[in-house]
C-alpha cells in the first residue's frame, strides 16, 4: 500500500464523518455524535502516516523532499490542517453541528487531488531548492485552513439567524461570531507569516523580494480581506452578519489565490499549476 492509497482511503473515511455530522445535525443523538468525531480523528490519522508515507516514498525514489511542492502536495496538507483545526475547535467548544459545515472541505479537496492532479513525485526545480519551502508552505496553508474553518462557521451563522425557528438547538449567533472572530485571529498573522517568508524565498530564488506575479498580488488582496475584518472588528465593532459576510469573502479570495491563479494565470508561480 502507497500513500496514494491512504490519502484515497482518508477521503472516503472523510466523506462518512461528514455523513454522520449531517446525520447528527438532524438526529442529534449520542451515537452518531461519537462516530462523527471518531471518523473525522480515523481519517486524520491515516491521512497523517500517507503525509510521512509519501515523504519517505521521496526519499526511496532518491529526490527526497518534504511532500509540500506541487498542488497536489500543498492541498492535501491544506485538508490535514482543516480537520485538525476543527477538531480542536470541536474539543474546546464541545460544538459537534460545525462539522457539517467544515468536513466538506477535506472531502471536496482530496477528491478534486484524486481526480484532477497527478500524484507522481517529482524533482524540485530550482526555485523550490530552498530551506524557505517548508516554512512558507507551512505558514500559508495553516492560515487557508483556519480561514476555511471560519467559513464553515459562518455558513452556519447564516442558517441560524435565517432559520431560528426551525434549528432551535444551533449554537448562540454570539457564540458562532465569537468562533469566526477566533479563527480569522488564528489565521491572519499565519498569513502574515507566510507573506513574509514567501517575499524571502522570492529574493533568495529571483533576486527581489516582490515582483507582482498574481501569486504575490492576490495573497496580498486576500491579507487586506482579513486586515479589513479585524480593522472593522476593532474600530467599528463589526461583527453578525456583516464580519461572516466579509469572512465568506475572504475565503473566496482564498480559494482564488490559490487555485484560480495556479489555474487561469500564469506567473512565476506556474510550478503550482495542475
Same mark, same amino acid.
Given at each position: 500500500?502507497?500513500?496514494?492509497?491512504?490519502?484515497?482511503?482518508?477521503?472516503?473515511?472523510?466523506?462518512?464523518?461528514?455523513?454522520?455530522?449531517?446525520?447528527?445535525?438532524?438526529?442529534?443523538?449520542?451515537?452518531?455524535?461519537?462516530?462523527?468525531?471518531?471518523?473525522?480523528?480515523?481519517? %486524520? $490519522?491515516?491521512?497523517?502516516? *500517507?503525509?510521512?508515507?509519501?515523504?519517505?516514498?521521496? #526519499?526511496? +525514489?532518491? =529526490?527526497?523532499?518534504?511532500?509540500?511542492?506541487?498542488?497536489?502536495?500543498?492541498?492535501?496538507?491544506?485538508?490535514?490542517?482543516?480537520?485538525?483545526?476543527?477538531?480542536?475547535?470541536?474539543?474546546?467548544?464541545?460544538?459537534?453541528?460545525?462539522?457539517?459545515?467544515?468536513?466538506?472541505?477535506?472531502?471536496?479537496?482530496?477528491?478534486?487531488?484524486?481526480?484532477?492532479?497527478?500524484?507522481?513525485?517529482?524533482?524540485?526545480?530550482?526555485?523550490?531548492?530552498?530551506?524557505?519551502?517548508?516554512?512558507?508552505?507551512?505558514?500559508?496553508? %495553516? $492560515?487557508?485552513?483556519?480561514? *476555511?474553518?471560519?467559513?464553515?462557521?459562518?455558513?452556519? #451563522?447564516? +442558517?441560524? =439567524?435565517?432559520?431560528?425557528?426551525?434549528?432551535?438547538?444551533?449554537?448562540?449567533?454570539?457564540?458562532?461570531?465569537?468562533?469566526?472572530?477566533?479563527?480569522?485571529?488564528?489565521?491572519?498573522?499565519?498569513?502574515?507569516?507566510?507573506?513574509?517568508?514567501?517575499?524571502?524565498?522570492?529574493?533568495?530564488?529571483?533576486?527581489?523580494?516582490?515582483?507582482?506575479?498574481?501569486?504575490?498580488?492576490?495573497?496580498?488582496?486576500?491579507?487586506?480581506?482579513?486586515?479589513?475584518?479585524?480593522?472593522?472588528?476593532?474600530?467599528?465593532?463589526?461583527?453578525?452578519?456583516?464580519?461572516?459576510?466579509?469572512?465568506?469573502?475572504?475565503?473566496?479570495?482564498?480559494?482564488?489565490?490559490?487555485?484560480?491563479?495556479?489555474?487561469?494565470?500564469?506567473?512565476?508561480?506556474?510550478?503550482?499549476?495542475?
Amino acid at each position: 500500500m502507497n500513500s496514494s492509497t491512504l490519502f484515497s482511503l482518508a477521503t472516503f473515511i472523510y466523506l462518512g464523518s461528514f455523513i454522520f455530522y449531517l446525520i447528527y445535525f438532524f438526529m442529534r443523538d449520542n451515537f452518531t455524535s461519537k462516530l462523527s468525531t471518531f471518523t473525522a480523528i480515523l481519517g %486524520l $490519522s491515516l491521512q497523517t502516516i *500517507a503525509f510521512f508515507m509519501r515523504w519517505k516514498e521521496s #526519499y526511496d +525514489i532518491g =529526490i527526497g523532499h518534504i511532500p509540500l511542492a506541487n498542488l497536489y502536495e500543498s492541498l492535501i496538507f491544506f485538508s490535514m490542517m482543516t480537520v485538525l483545526i476543527y477538531l480542536i475547535l470541536e474539543f474546546y467548544y464541545k460544538i459537534k453541528i460545525l462539522g457539517v459545515f467544515v468536513m466538506i472541505f477535506p472531502v471536496l479537496t482530496l477528491a478534486f487531488c484524486s481526480l484532477y492532479i497527478s500524484t507522481r513525485i517529482e524533482p524540485l526545480i530550482p526555485a523550490l531548492q530552498s530551506n524557505w519551502l517548508t516554512s512558507h508552505v507551512i505558514t500559508c496553508f %495553516l $492560515s487557508y485552513a483556519a480561514f *476555511a474553518v471560519s467559513c464553515g462557521i459562518s455558513i452556519l #451563522y447564516f +442558517i441560524k =439567524i435565517k432559520t431560528s425557528d426551525k434549528f432551535k438547538f444551533l449554537p448562540n449567533h454570539n457564540i458562532l461570531d465569537d468562533l469566526i472572530y477566533k479563527s480569522i485571529a488564528i489565521g491572519f498573522p499565519m498569513l502574515t507569516l507566510g507573506i513574509i517568508t514567501g517575499a524571502a524565498w522570492a529574493n533568495y530564488a529571483w533576486g527581489t523580494y516582490w515582483s507582482w506575479d498574481p501569486k504575490e498580488t492576490w495573497s496580498l488582496i486576500t491579507w487586506f480581506v482579513y486586515a479589513a475584518f479585524l480593522h472593522a472588528r476593532y474600530t467599528k465593532g463589526w461583527r453578525g452578519e456583516k464580519a461572516a459576510f466579509l469572512s465568506i469573502i475572504g475565503f473566496g479570495s482564498v480559494i482564488f489565490t490559490y487555485l484560480g491563479v495556479n489555474i487561469l494565470l500564469s506567473g512565476l508561480h506556474s510550478y503550482g499549476n495542475l
